[in-house]
């Protein structure tokens, strides 16, 4: 599933957003970087020119003529010198990740976004037709999902070590914003504000997580479901809490809750899978191990980097027993966007389909939940088609 190979040059990389204080603009460049598969070349990392400016030149180490006051002057620029970018990562506010994609694919450069990716399915639709026409590689950072483990429980449930899958349980839940923590955060305040974070708060921010990787461990695609929403922190527009009951096309049921005001909890995201022989669970907060129970039998834990785990599964930056986390999972994600961007370059399109990553059609899937979500919720938790 990971890739052990690096590049033999490194692509020329871009950003924007991610500036001075963003945790998940730290963690992009770090994880680009790891295996010097990505080089930093340019950026445009802030909305104020000057503090986007001196966080490239002095905390970056990168030329001052290429750290750019938006992302428009960014890409015309790059797209026309000879040693311009070839990729660019996308850490900003959902409302702008539609233009900012839009723009990059049609001057020529691979994208990696973050997520939700765009306010409507329709928009990310429209990404991936252009994605296609250009040939471009499209990766949207579902970041956890880079664990060896979750190779691992893949692969089980592929190989029917479960049989098949009857339930599936997901949740991400935490309670750093019970309160009106918005008021002193911004980097908080605009996925709160329907005009910057879209439709949804938890159900695009967090809910998109668990989606995602219930569906990748599962395999299984979504028939219908129903959704429940609220606003506990009664000074926000949109959800803070959500419930979800989804049946997919083979006749399994599902539930997802997500959730930013789960007094007590740290970061649970966890995702549940039962079968009629047995169920794999895997938690984010100890993402080396998955938990497998055949039928009949307790559970019992698989470790990362053990010789009992199957292929797909072998792929370890250091040995077994010793954590990796979550800079490690992103990093190996970049490892394989960066090796199918080389090989969309040299259309090698045999190559290009055999690496695994998240990308558009992850995308597009976490959008039209999240607008099949509020449609439910906004209409009596009715259930909806997806």
């Not at 009992?308 to 027993?321: M, P």
């Not at 090698?348 to 976490?366: K, R, T």
């Not at 999240?370 to 439910?376: G, L």
Request: hydrophobic share 35%; with cysteine.
């Amino acid at each position: 599933m990971i890739r052990t190979d690096n590049l033999k040059q490194p692509l020329r990389w871009g950003q924007i957003g991610g500036g001075k204080g963003s945790q998940i603009g730290y963690i992009h460049r770090d994880a680009a970087q790891r295996d010097r598969n990505f080089k930093l070349v340019a950026g445009a990392f802030d909305v104020n020119p000057e503090r986007g400016r001196a966080f490239g030149v002095e905390e970056l180490g990168l030329d001052v003529d290429r750290c750019y006051d938006d992302y428009q002057q960014m890409i015309e620029v790059e797209s026309k010198r000879e040693d311009g970018i070839q990729a660019v990562t996308i850490a900003t506010p959902n409302s702008t990740h539609y233009a900012i994609s839009k723009m990059a694919l049609e001057h020529g450069m691979h994208v990696v976004c973050e997520k939700p990716l765009t306010f409507t399915a329709a928009e990310s639709e429209e990404l991936k037709e252009i994605a296609l026409k250009h040939n471009r590689v499209f990766g949207v950072m579902y970041g956890y999902t880079g664990y060896p483990t979750i190779a691992q429980a893949r692969e089980m449930v592929k190989r029917g070590d479960i049989g098949k899958v009857r339930i599936v349980h997901m949740q991400f839940a935490h309670g750093y914003h019970a309160e009106e923590v918005e008021k002193n955060d911004p980097g908080l305040a605009w996925r709160v504000t329907p005009e910057a974070s879209g439709p949804s708060y938890v159900l695009g921010d967090i809910g998109t997580h668990c989606l995602q990787m219930g569906h990748l461990i599962s395999g299984m695609e979504m028939d219908s479901l129903s959704c429940m929403r609220k606003s506990f922190v009664e000074s926000r527009q949109l959800e803070d809490d959500a419930h979800v009951m989804i049946r997919y096309k083979n006749g399994a049921v599902g539930t997802l809750w997500c959730s930013a005001v789960a007094v007590g909890n740290v970061h649970d995201f966890k995702v549940e899978v039962i079968g009629e022989k047995g169920t794999i669970r895997w938690w984010d907060e100890h993402p080396n191990q998955i938990e497998y129970a055949p039928l009949g039998e307790p559970f019992r834990k698989l470790d990362r980097g053990m010789g009992y785990l199957h292929d797909a599964a072998r792929f370890e930056r250091i040995g077994g027993g010793h954590p990796e986390g979550l800079f490690d999972s992103w990093a190996n994600l970049y490892r394989n966007m960066g090796h199918a961007m080389i090989a969309a370059d040299n259309d090698a399109q045999q190559e290009l389909a055999s690496i695994w990553f998240p990308g558009i059609d992850d995308g597009i899937e976490g959008v039209r939940f999240i607008e099949r979500c509020v449609e439910s919720a906004d209409n009596g938790s009715q259930w909806v088609n997806v």
